[in-house]
Each structure stands twice: as C-alpha cells, then as structure tokens.
T-cell receptor, first 113, second 116 residues
Framework: AQSVTQLGSHVSVSEGALVLLRCNYS??????LFWYVQYPNQGLQLLLK??????LVKGINGFEAEFKKSETSFHLTKPSAHMSDAAEYFC???????????FGQGTTLQVKP | GAVVSQHPSRVICKSGTSVKIECRSL??????MFWYRQFPKQSLMLMAT?????????EQGVEKDKFLINHASLTLSTLTVTSAHPEDSSFYIC????????????FGAGTRLSVL
C-alpha cells in the first residue's frame, strides 16, 4: 500500500525567505511523486513530478523538489517566497498502473510581507 | 497543452434535484478520468475512476447510484449527483490522465455544489 504524509498543515514564511514543504511517502514499488498547488476555489495545478529520472526535479514558478530514496522524502523548496505563492500545496504518490494518485493532507503556505 | 475544462464552476440546487457536472479534455484524449471530492480544508478524496466506454470503478464507500458517472467519449466524462441532499454539498474536481502508467493527471478547476 502507498501513502503520503505531509509534515505541517500550515507553514508561514516571510516574503523572500526560503520555502520548505515536507513530504514523506511509503511505497512498495518505485514511486511516481508529484507536487500540486491549489488556489482558493480552483483545481490543482501540477508544480513538478518525479518519474524515476533525475532525483532533483525542477518545476514551475521556481519550485524544485529532491527525491531521496533513503529518507523516503520528496520535499518541496523555493529559494525566495513571493506573496503569490500563498496557496495550498499537495504532495501525491502514484499507485502504478491504475493511474490513481494518493494525496497527502495538504500544507497551507502563508507568505507574510 | 493538457487543458481540462470543468463545467459548471458553481451550482446551487434544491434538495431532491439532480445535478450534472461535465469534465472535458480540450486538447488531448483521455482514456481515463478521475472524480474527486474535497471537503473544506481537506485533501482530495477519490470517488471513482472513469474509463472511456466502460463502467466506472467506484472507491469503497462511494454510492454508485448516487454519483452516476458516464465516460462516453475520449474527451468527456460526466458526474451526475442524483437526488442531491445538503450533505452532498462539496467541491468536486475532475482530472484526466495523459499517461495512466505514469500517473500523470491534469485537473479541472472544480465545481462548487451547494444543495439547499
């Protein structure tokens, strides 16, 4: 069985500060991992994905994530937060051939001026 | 590319009526679409997997007679909430899969359903 745990339901940073959103996964097979962002009353937008290629994945809007198999982690980072980054972020793991995604509980990112 | 359109974005209906939500892949063909439900401040809960030309596969605990899913073409899936009640009020999101074996999904903007 696969699962995703996002540590910290709420993260607050100052504008210009480093953003770090944590995600740990459990999977019995090599995982596909994703980060999505959701703005209020909208669907999910794909930020980046890991599909067994390079372990450091670069996404949109300056975000990146590093796949660490030994730590079963896929943390999301951004060097400098913008006010527009304030949103809900979801980490997800793919469950293989079914195409299903299993989502973490989400982390609300607040960016203070 | 990979745009998914979901309609309507918001619907208000009376208790006992049925509501249909459409999910379209605009610039690609999607053999598989997914329907999710999201409660306030919570994560997405997968309701069902919709495959073109076949019956949908529902997750445990989801009433298939309450939430009717039709995937008649490679670009359209519909979710009908039948005999809606206030407890069905929620945010419903669809997604379409480009490469099922890589779990890549593109999401619609969601539908806010309010049942009075």
């Amino acid at each position: 069985a696969q699962s995703v745990t996002q540590l910290g339901s709420h993260v607050s940073v100052s504008e210009g500060a480093l953003v770090l959103l944590r995600c740990n996964y459990s999977s019995s097979v090599p995982p596909y991992l994703f980060w999505y962002v959701q703005y209020p009353n909208q669907g999910l937008q794909l930020l980046l994905k890991y599909t067994s290629a390079a372990t450091l994945v670069k996404g949109i809007n300056g975000f990146e994530a590093e796949f660490k198999k030994s730590e079963t982690s896929f943390h999301l980072t951004k060097p400098s937060a913008h006010m527009s980054d304030a949103a809900e972020y979801f980490c997800a793991v793919g469950s293989g051939n079914t195409g299903k995604l299993i989502f973490g509980q989400g982390t609300t990112l607040q960016v203070k001026p | 590319g990979a745009v998914v359109s979901q309609h309507p974005s918001r619907v208000i209906c009376k208790s006992g009526t049925s509501v249909k939500i459409e999910c379209r892949s605009l610039d690609f063909q999607a053999t598989t679409m997914f329907w999710y439900r999201q409660f306030p401040k919570q994560s997405l809960m997968l309701m069902a997997t919709s495959n073109e030309g076949s019956k949908a596969t529902y997750e445990q605990g989801v009433e298939k007679d309450k939430f009717l899913i039709n995937h008649a073409s490679l670009t359209l899936s519909t979710l009908t909430v039948t005999s809606a009640h206030p407890e069905d009020s929620s945010f419903y999101i669809c997604s379409a899969s480009v490469r099922v074996n890589q779990n890549i999904q593109y999401f619609g903007a969601g539908t806010r359903l309010s049942v009075l």
